[in-house]
């Protein structure tokens, strides 16, 4: 079975740019999160999905990112206009219809804002 | 102010001792406490996860245990091996079922 995937794996990009992260959680599993890692600092919670519904979105920082999950699938979190306190590594993770079972990571992808 | 604490220095033990590890929290009544493991360029992997009511969880060489009273969990690593060297995060699931991270601990074992 194919865990969480996230594209890209890196990204580089200059102040006021727009990125947008993909996430591809695990098959079938409804809830979706997404957490980001600034440096230096402990892995912060983004928001929440369960299927295509924002669930909580509170650790969301400010209304520069925005995140789908269209149909309940994969998921994106886009940065527009990024700022250079954005910078840090972004994770997504999925779990099963139990939401506090445990939680799958993908590998993140590193944003870099210059 | 709410807090999660774990061990601020890296832990450095010789192989085939056990390693333990403290996760402390402060304004937090979490109904689950997770620990996760993280390897330099990859994303947490899932340990173990112990529930408010227990107090103890074992699988294979790893030992968890939760005091809800202290607000403290200690994460034990037996017979532990070079493989083990890795960052160690205490997560607690609190409402809205989101996880909080703490910092870390670096575990570095030594052959």
């Known amino acids: 079975e194919a865990g969480v995937t996230q594209f890209p794996s890196h990204s580089v990009i200059e102040k006021g740019q727009t990125v947008t992260l993909r996430c591809d959680p695990i098959?079938?599993?409804?809830?979706l999160y997404w957490y980001r890692r600034v440096m230096g600092k402990e892995i912060k919670f983004l928001l929440h999905?369960?299927?295509?519904?924002?669930?909580?979105e509170s650790g969301m920082p400010n209304n520069r990112f925005l995140a789908e999950r269209t149909g309940g699938t994969y998921s994106t979190l886009k940065v527009q206009p990024a700022e250079l306190e954005d910078s840090g590594v972004y994770f997504c993770?999925?779990?099963?219809?139990?939401?506090?079972?445990?939680?799958?990571f993908g590998p993140g992808t590193r944003l870099t804002v210059l | 102010s709410q807090k999660i604490e774990q061990n601020s220095e890296a832990l450095n033990i010789q192989e085939g001792k056990t390693a333990t590890l403290t996760c402390n929290y402060t304004?937090?009544?979490?109904?689950?406490l997770q620990w996760y493991r993280q390897d330099p360029g990859r994303g947490p992997v899932f340990l173990l996860l112990?529930?408010?009511?227990?107090k103890e969880k074992r699988k294979e060489r790893l030992k968890v245990t939760f005091d809800t009273t202290l607000k403290q969990s200690l994460f034990h690593i037996t017979a532990s091996q070079p493989a083990d060297s890795a960052t160690y995060l205490c997560?607690?699931?609190?409402?809205?079922?989101?996880?909080?991270f703490g910092a870390g601990t670096i575990l570095r074992v030594k052959s």
């Open positions: 993770a999925s779990s099963g219809k139990m939401a506090r079972n445990e939680q799958f």
């Open positions: 098959s079938g599993h409804d809830n």
């Open positions: 999905f369960v299927k295509e519904s924002k669930q909580d």
């Open positions: 304004n937090y009544s979490p109904a689950y």
């Open positions: 112990i529930r408010e009511n227990e």
């Open positions: 997560a607690l699931l609190v409402y809205g079922n989101k996880l909080v």
